[in-house]
């Protein structure tokens, strides 16, 4: 790796003290579509929270109820192994993305990247100006134009912080909840009026303080980027045959160089400060803000736009056109297997789930009538947005069940507790441990099976 892409070089100065990065923005075609689907993330980042779908919000990852809502299912720990299995899917997309595009995720797509550029940044060159003015505002006196320009910048960033911190908040433990902690008094609400604070003093800290950092040395994904791509990925890279050796462009002399006029506008536009010139670097992001500002000079010299641009090293090399690997192939099968073993599960997802337990430490008990009864307990969870009327039948008609306490009606999306004696005639019982089929009804539907083991003496032959 180069020195340009050593990120402890290109954010430490000579006194070994961090260097501040002031990123120009220029606006092209590319920065225009990421702004686009910025806009688009942002409305849906903030208002999913507050959206339903049949009574139950689009997402909710409440680990403090353990209850997952995701597109109005709700999913209880119980169903944890569909989360396994989507997570794993999602890696394995996560690295198929990788092997064929780098590290285009964390430019378009990554929520750091987003608030961070499309929103802090914007704020900030609102507020301070552009590149020039920031640093120069910075390394000037504080004067009464840097304190009122750094209060209202840094006021702002903790409202935007603010903001995102209850919207954050919102997933973890329901929209109603926190309307109820805003609305009411803070003593009612002691935790979730702390929680509020401290997110939005880690969200402020990460877009103020923080900010490149997260994508140049605490992200372990840009680590992995050197891992997954090969000679076959597509990433934003600069073409060397073409453009070397770069000079600065004369007017009235003829350019016997390379299409590179060593503008260095690229840099000025990185936001991790990198130079794409000097090859392929774990910083960068593939954000594609060096294409926009490279294609704006190639145009106003008359030469080839995309000097920098989407290639793989074996397109710039060899002048081979992108293909699908065996490689990229091997992952998407496995994508597609996952995929299909999360659709098998899902669709086979019960409305209700049912466990049954005998008590334990507990014999079994005679009771009147030649029979021999067992204590059981039930946890049944109601995975669906309608209130469900359950009843368990045991299968053979012989058998009886008498609760002690019953489940009544299941709520919507909540779990109750039955309490239940089995009575099993003693002539039935022909071994120390009987199998019992349980039925679990939906008024005369049967819904769901489950077998459980009834302790007894032996008195059938």
């Not at 430019?107 to 003015?133: H, N, S, Y």
């Not at 702390?194 to 003093?201: C, D, G």
């Not at 489940?407 to 039955?418: F, H, I």
Request: net charge positive; hydrophobic share 45%.
């Amino acid at each position: 790796m180069s020195a340009a892409g050593n990120p402890y070089q290109t954010q430490s100065n000579t006194n070994g003290g961090r260097k501040w990065i002031y990123p120009l923005i220029r606006k092209g075609p590319y920065y225009n579509y990421r702004s686009w689907l910025s806009y688009v993330y942002l409305l849906l980042f903030f208002t999913a929270p507050f959206l339903r779908i049949n009574g139950q919000p689009v997402l909710l990852l409440n680990v403090i109820e353990r209850r997952f809502v995701i597109l109005g299912q709700v999913f209880w720990p119980q169903d944890f192994f569909l989360f396994v299995l989507a997570m794993l899917a999602g890696v394995v997309c996560v690295i198929l993305f990788t092997i064929a595009f780098g590290r285009i995720f964390c430019g378009w797509i990554c929520p750091q990247t987003i608030f961070m550029e499309m929103v802090f940044r914007k704020v900030e060159e609102l507020i301070e100006g552009d590149a020039r003015k920031r640093k120069k505002l910075d390394e000037g006196n504080w004067t009464f134009e840097k304190k009122w320009k750094k209060a209202l910048k840094h006021t702002a960033f903790l409202l935007i912080s603010f903001l995102i911190a209850n919207t954050f908040l919102a997933y973890i433990i329901g929209s109603e909840q926190l309307v109820s902690i805003i609305t009411q008094p803070v003593n009612r609400h002691m935790v979730g009026f702390i929680s509020i604070w401290v997110f939005t003093a880690i969200f402020y800290l990460v877009y103020s303080q923080v900010r490149e950092l997260v994508c140049t040395v605490i992200c372990p994904y840009g680590r992995l980027q050197g891992v997954l791509t090969d000679k076959h990925t597509l990433m934003v890279a600069y073409d060397y045959l073409r453009g070397e050796p770069r000079g600065k462009l004369h007017k009235g002399e003829a350019q016997p160089k390379g299409d590179c006029v060593d503008c260095r506008l690229c840099v000025d536009v990185c936001p991790t400060a990198i130079d794409i010139r000097e090859g392929t670097q774990v910083d960068c992001i593939n954000c594609t803000a060096c294409i926009d500002v490279c294609n704006e000079v190639m145009i106003k010299i008359s030469k080839p736009v995309n000097l920098i641009g989407f290639y793989s090293e074996e397109q710039i090399k060899e002048g081979k056109k992108p293909r699908f690997t065996a490689r990229m192939a091997a992952y998407s099968g496995i994508i597609i297997l996952l995929l299909g073993v999360l659709t098998f599960f899902v669709m086979r997802r019960s409305d209700v789930d049912v466990t049954v337990m005998r008590s334990a430490g507990l014999l079994y008990q005679q009771q009147p009538g030649g029979y021999i009864s067992n204590l059981y307990n039930a946890d049944m969870i109601n995975k669906t947005d309608k209130d469900q009327h359950i009843e368990l039948r045991a299968d053979d008609e012989r058998i009886k069940i008498k609760y002690v306490q019953t489940p009544d009606v299941l709520d919507s999306a909540a779990s109750v507790k039955a309490v239940f004696f089995i009575w099993i005639p003693a002539e039935d019982i022909k071994e120390p441990k009987t199998q019992v089929t349980l039925n679990v009804m939906q008024g005369d539907k049967v819904i769901d099976r489950i077998k459980t083991t009834f302790v007894g003496p032996i008195y059938g032959n």
